[in-house]
Nanobody, 126 residues
């Protein structure tokens, strides 16, 4: 059974930082592309960042470029999202997700991911 467990969310002041973690079990983690998405109240789920199987390729939403960094530790079955310079527009529930095994690049479409965590809430106070 595949499980993804996010952590690291919370309440932070504008301009602050957080690091989200997502621990994955039930599959060979290093064989899968990973993504981070977020969903704010009454908004669609949106892509934040993605990372290839060995971490050599990353991609970011325009809103995340220059502020967020995605990384992974395949030995720990964990993908991270470091978020700096947070602002109120970053307030959302953040989810990690797994693409099907045959893909080598991240996708910006949530429909292209098979497995999802339960999410971790990030609230940025302005």
């Amino acid at each position: 059974q595949v499980q993804l467990v996010e952590s690291g969310g919370g309440l932070v002041q504008a301009g602050g930082s957080l690091r989200l973690s997502c621990v994955v079990s039930g599959l060979t983690f290093g064989a899968y592309v990973m993504g981070w998405f977020r969903q704010a109240p009454e908004k669609e789920r949106e892509f934040v960042a993605g990372i290839s199987r060995n971490g050599g390729t990353t991609s970011y939403a325009d809103s995340a470029k220059g502020r967020f960094t995605i990384s992974r530790d395949n030995a720990r079955n964990t993908v991270y999202l470091r978020m700096n310079s947070l602002n109120a527009e970053d307030t959302a529930v953040y989810y990690c997700a797994v693409r099907p095994r045959w893909y080598t690049e991240p996708s910006t479409y949530h429909q292209d991911y098979d497995y999802w965590g339960q999410g971790t809430r990030v609230t940025v106070a302005s």
